[in-house]
């Protein structure tokens, strides 16, 4: 079940219950004007309550209020209880990755979306590109290899070392990613769940997919987890619903929802596999190449982005 499926539930039971009791009431209500109205000749229940007399239950009257009080007290209670069970499942169905899940980390950052596709058995193609350029083939099968033997050192962090040793401009842990990175553009594939873990590097925002019922506060230095299912193939906005400032209105982007098959074919145009990555570095047969063509045929997103990104950012800088 997916997110749009809990929240549909929720609306039409509230929907049917609420014309339903309404019906009900109205109906009463008018059947008492007419039967109680002014001139008709009908005699009044017998033994009612006087003015700040509770009921006891034993006349028509009182059986009727409590009937209805313990009735309407059973519809409400288990309303509650139903729909606590429904949006906890909501709030804790993303608190594990299946093992077919998609984990991306979104930021929001200068008017526009940042997505990192989190994988810890593969590099971005592009950055291991630039790694081999930099300081050849050996020395970044060599610090691959590092990363891979020590769990303490990260293959971003193995990688910084070398070729800030090989250039003559400081190179960082941040500067170098291991994990492929869009902006605008959030490629995923259908029936799988995408679990998102949601920060800023700015100001507060809040990132939202209104066809998926998806909302995640955006605050820097700390992560809001969600998730959500694709059921169809399609493309599907991307929304702020943060006032963040004067580029609120254009912090915008694109879920592009693919089959399975179609998403498998464009990621791994985009990452290669670790182990294969270290064999081919030291055997010399790497050919470096470019992030191959989406399924769409659109290219690599993350350079089709960058003038997207660039406009938002300079929509009036960062808002307060």
């Known amino acids: 079940m997916t997110r749009v499926d809990v929240f549909s539930q929720i609306y039409l039971v509230f929907l049917a219950l609420g014309t339903i009791v309404g019906s009900v009431v109205i109906t009463y209500t008018l059947y ?3 039967k109680y109205r002014a001139g008709n000749d009908h005699e ?7 003015l700040g ?35 906890l499942y909501v709030e804790t169905g993303g608190a594990e990755v ?9 930021v929001g950052d200068n008017f526009a979306w940042e997505f990192a596709y989190t994988d810890s058995d593969t590099l971005p193609r592009d950055q291991l590109n630039d790694s081999v350029e930099m300081m050849g083939q050996q020395a970044t099968a060599e610090a691959l290899a590092e990363a891979r033997s020590n769990d303490s050192l990260s293959y971003s962090a193995a990688l910084a070392a070398r070729m800030d040793e090989a250039s003559n401009e400081t190179v960082t842990e941040s500067d170098v990613s291991t994990n492929y990175e869009t902006v605008t553009r959030m490629r995923v594939p259908t029936g799988r769940e995408i679990h ?37 193939a399609g493309e599907y906005r991307i929304a702020c619903y943060e006032l ?9 982007g694109t879920v592009i929802a693919m089959s399975n098959e179609e998403y498998e074919n464009w990621y791994e145009g985009q990452v290669i596999e670790i182990d294969a990555a270290i064999e081919a570095l030291e055997a010399g047969t790497y050919g470096q190449s470019s992030a191959t063509a989406t399924a769409d045929g659109s290219g690599n997103d993350a350079a089709n982005a960058s003038t997207s990104a660039s406009a938002a950012g300079s929509a009036g800088g960062v808002g307060a």
């Open 32 to 34: 008492k004007v007419y």
């Open 44 to 50: 009044y229940d017998v033994g009612r309550p006087q």
């Open 53 to 87: 007399e509770l009921p006891t239950g034993a006349d028509k009257g009182g059986r009727k209020l409590f009937l209805s009080f313990t009735l309407s007290a059973i519809i409400v209670i288990s309303l509650i209880a139903w729909t606590y069970g429904l949006l």
């Open 98 to 106: 299946p093992e077919d899940g998609v984990e991306v980390d979104v």
């Open 196 to 232: 998102i873990d949601t920060t800023s590097g700015d100001v507060w925002h809040n990132f939202g997919i209104p066809e998926f019922r998806v909302k995640s506060d955006a605050i820097p230095d700390e992560t809001s987890e969600t998730w959500f299912v694709a059921d169809e």
């Open 244 to 252: 963040c400032g004067s580029g609120h209105s254009g912090m915008t």
